[in-house]
């Protein structure tokens, strides 16, 4: 994955990054930029950038507010209250259960590289009108008695088992399998793959 700089004291950053080791600044990814930059506070309850052009303001992605599960900023005059990566999920599994949100936290890194991705090719609109979405729907989900989840694509939407998110249990699914590659990004490109093939 790409590496960025602080666009305020040039060190290296990595992509899930929240704040400059060196500078201390507070970071986002701005979609209309498409890069990770430093912010501080700007109009009430919303942030600027640190540096030049400071001509758009934005909001942190309610996952970032709830959660602390995302590092996306969202155009302040933006109607939906997730980033445009964020958005894409439809179903989460159940986060009262023990381990889901660690789960969920891993499965929405891996998706917001895969989303970089898609909106560097153009694939993806960064910055979806109207508070829309663009691309495949996720769905997050869990294993139950009565069902279990297997990871694919149908008809526009990517499902993914999050069981997945756990090292070892994507380990023990490889060997078993005799597959040489298995990781959560690994399996959003290949599936997102299938949906603009059909596209």
């Known amino acids: 994955m790409k590496t960025f700089r602080c666009d305020h004291c040039g060190q290296p950053l990595f992509f899930e990054n929240v704040q400059c080791l060196r500078c ?14 430093a912010i501080e506070p700007g109009p009430p309850g919303l942030w600027q950038p ?3 052009p400071r001509t758009r303001t934005y909001r942190l ?14 155009l302040a005059d933006d109607p939906n209250e997730y980033c445009a990566a964020c958005r894409q999920t439809r179903i989460l599994p159940d986060l009262s259960v023990p381990g889901n949100k660690q789960r969920w936290v891993k499965i929405e890194a891996a998706k ?4 970089y991705t898609l909106a560097r090719l153009r694939l993806v609109d960064a910055c979806p009108p109207n ?8 769905e997050f989900l869990a294993d139950t008695p009565e069902r ?4 694919g694509h149908a ?9 997945e998110a756990d090292d070892a249990e994507r380990v ?14 690994g399996h959003l490109r290949h599936e997102s793959g299938h949906y603009y093939w059909r596209r």
């Not at 970071?27 to 990770?36: E, S, V």
């Not at 279990?148 to 990871?151: F, G, I, P, R, S």
């Open 50 to 52: 640190r540096t030049p």
């Open 112 to 115: 917001r590289h895969l989303f």
């Open 61 to 74: 992605c309610r996952n970032t507010v709830e959660h602390q599960a995302c590092n996306f900023a969202v």
């Open 172 to 185: 023990k699914r490889r060997l078993e399998l005799h597959e040489p590659y298995r990781t959560l990004l």
């Open 24 to 37: 201390g600044s507070a970071l986002a990814f701005l979609p209309d930029r498409l890069a990770l930059c």
């Open 131 to 138: 508070g829309q979405r663009d691309g495949p729907v996720f």
């Open 148 to 151: 279990m989840v297997m990871t």
């Open 155 to 163: 008809h526009g939407v990517i499902t993914l088992n999050v069981a």
